[in-house]
């Protein structure tokens, strides 16, 4: 099942408050930490909308040439199963190659099982695995071609 969504281009501010909401990014990113990664490279922040209301965020920015590295995303927990991640997701890969990157890349951590079975059903492959002190913690790399 989706809902009606509108996806825009955001801001940080827009980005920092909606992630405030989401129960996975407790401690989440103050705006400074969005700035100091965005300003000096290429980047693309995404609002999903729902009634116009914010539901949905995605941030990615350039990591090399070819690469596009989505950064942060997340979705209110009332909308996932909806597909906004998707749409989020789509939006950002057709934005990604038409910019001339051939690769989106992310990272996750092990406990954060629906973030790689999402990768992993949405054509991304692990492509390293970096130990931390537990095992759920665990980075976990995942690339796709685009």
């Known amino acids: 099942m989706s809902v009606e969504l509108?996806?825009?281009e955001g801001s940080i501010a827009e980005v920092v408050k909606l992630a405030q909401q989401i129960p996975e990014f407790q401690s989440s990113y103050p705006p400074?930490?969005?700035?100091q990664r965005l300003s000096k490279v290429k980047h693309l922040i995404l609002i999903a909308l729902?009634?116009?209301?914010?539901?949905?965020?995605?941030?990615g920015y350039q990591s090399s040439d070819h690469i596009f590295y989505s950064w942060m995303g997340g979705v209110?927990?009332?909308?996932?199963?909806?597909?906004?991640?998707w749409?989020?997701?789509?939006?950002?890969?057709?934005?990604?190659a038409e910019n001339g990157y051939t690769h989106v890349r992310f990272k996750t951590r092990n406990?954060?099982?629906p973030m790689l079975i999402f990768g992993l059903k949405n054509g991304f492959h692990i492509i390293e695995v970096i130990?931390?002190?537990?095992?759920k913690d665990y980075r976990i790399i995942l690339e796709k071609p685009l």
Request: no cysteine; net charge positive.
């Open 6 to 8: 509108v996806i825009r």
């Open 32 to 35: 400074e930490e969005y700035q």
């Open 50 to 59: 729902h009634e116009q209301q914010p539901v949905g965020f995605k941030v």
């Open 76 to 85: 209110l927990p009332q909308y996932r199963q909806q597909q906004v991640a």
């Open 87 to 96: 749409r989020l997701a789509q939006y950002q890969e057709k934005w990604a």
């Open 111 to 113: 406990y954060l099982k």
């Open 131 to 135: 130990p931390k002190a537990s095992v």
